[in-house]
């Protein structure tokens, strides 16, 4: 039942049997409708998520609108990383895509998995490592590359969030409006003609 979750966690570190069952005796259920809020600007995020099923939308919101962040769909983790660390309120926000099961991992829960091996510790730091990597190219292709480069690097690295997802929340992640999007894929559409 929990497949997708052990080989999430095995895909970045190799963790034995009983560091698996202790690694999942930390974690705790949460289910959440479609549309419910995970973290609200404000709050203090508590927990990572690793999504069991469905999928959420990490986003910050300015007069401009929302400006999406990033997606986590099943076996993926996500949380406001800075908040979870510092501990202090995000101005930022987690919503439900679809009807949810996640999975929960509290500071202390995970503080007490880096105290039991360096397994665990090298899962912090895998994670933290790649959020790092992922902001960092975020924010370069943001300002180095156009939207048709972007949208052709997220088509390539991640098809299923066109199936799963609609066109304004892509169009928001990509850092432009819906329309934009629509001429650059009518654009690549008729270039393949």
Known sequence: MYEVITQSLRA????????L?????RLKPLSLKKYAFYLKEGQVCKSMVIVFRGGLRY?????KGDNTLGFAFEGEWIGDYESFLL????????????????FTLSYADMQALYNH???????????????????????R?????????????????????????PQHLI???????????????????????
Do not use: W
Not at 59 to 63: A, K, M, T, V
Not at 117 to 139: H, K, P, Y
Not at 141 to 165: C, G, V, W
């Open 87 to 102: 501990q202090t309120p995000s101005p930022d926000f987690i919503e439900a895509l679809e009807d949810c099961e996640l």
């Open 21 to 25: 069952f202790l690694f999942m005796q």
């Open 117 to 139: 091996s360096q397994r665990f510790e090298r899962f912090g730091r895998i994670i933290a490592e790649r959020l790092f990597i992922d902001t960092a190219r975020n924010n």
């Open 171 to 193: 169009a928001s992640y990509l850092g432009i409006q819906p329309q934009s999007l629509s001429r650059i894929r009518a654009r690549l559409s008729n270039a393949k003609s």
């Open 141 to 165: 292709n943001l300002k180095m590359q156009s939207a048709e480069d972007r949208y052709l690097e997220l088509l390539t690295k991640q098809p299923h969030i066109f199936e799963r997802l």
């Open 59 to 63: 986003f910050s919101r300015s007069e």
């Open 12 to 19: 970045l570190v190799d963790f034995t049997d009983e560091e």
